[in-house]
């Protein structure tokens, strides 16, 4: 069955630092990958989307990677704010306009 | 404010009633999706409409559940006979034609006593 992994503990870091954070997923062939923030009690925010055939896609502070052999993107923060602190989701889309298939997300802590 | 709004934004129920989910979605939107959030995880997908036709069903959306889209509008998410399995967050997102970026609402939270 399908299955899309996120790291479950939390990541914290300082502020400063660069914040990593990894989606791995197993039996998908995705068209696209997103990424999304969501802030307790508020719904997902889109913020970045990679096709299958780029490997980097980024927005001003923000970095992802797509690898499609190690089925695998690594989502990156650089210069990380305390307003950063936020769950991260990755959701897999098998064709544009679909449904989207979610991880679990990733909680980051950003500490001053 | 344009951007996706979802009634009521809190529900508390008995098990056994029926409650309904009201979504209006960004105006110039054609798709629009329903997804369900527990506590610690990701969104789950329940169902999708493009315009009016509901053109895909996830098999968690059992009989107790129905949704509807009449005019290709508004969205309303149905369930009978509550159980207490049913608390979650349910999510509602909209998509304009030929764009995969999904706007999210606020959420409704359920609460089934």
């Known amino acids: 069955s399908q299955k899309i992994e996120q790291n479950s503990e939390a990541l914290n870091i300082q502020e400063g630092k660069t914040a990593t954070l990894t989606c791995n997923y197993t039996?998908?062939?995705?068209?696209?990958l997103q990424w999304y923030r969501q802030d307790p009690g508020r719904g997902p925010v889109f913020l970045l989307l990679i096709r299958e055939n780029e490997k980097e896609k980024r927005k001003e502070r923000l970095k992802v990677t797509f690898d499609t052999t190690l089925k695998q993107s690594l989502f990156h923060i650089t210069a990380s704010q305390p307003a950063d602190s936020a769950t991260y989701l990755c959701a897999l889309e098998a064709n544009a306009g679909n449904m989207l298939t979610f991880g679990g997300g990733t909680r980051l802590m950003v500490k001053p | 404010d344009t951007g996706v709004s979802q009634d009521p934004r809190h529900k508390i129920t008995k098990r056994g009633q029926n409650v309904t989910f009201r979504c209006d979605p960004i105006s110039e939107h054609n798709r629009l999706y329903w997804y369900r959030q527990t506590l610690g995880q990701g969104p789950e997908f329940l169902t999708y409409?493009?315009?009016?036709?509901?053109?895909?069903k996830s098999r968690l959306l059992s009989d107790r559940f129905s949704a509807e889209r009449p005019k290709g509008s508004f969205s309303t998410l149905e369930i009978q006979r509550t159980e207490q399995g049913d608390s979650a967050m349910y999510l509602c997102?909209?998509?304009?034609?030929?764009?995969?970026?999904?706007?999210f609402g606020p959420g409704t939270r359920l609460t089934v006593l």
């Open positions: 997102a909209s998509s304009a034609p030929t764009v995969n970026t999904q706007y």
């Open positions: 409409f493009q315009n009016e036709a509901q053109l895909e």
């Open positions: 039996n998908y062939s995705p068209a696209y």
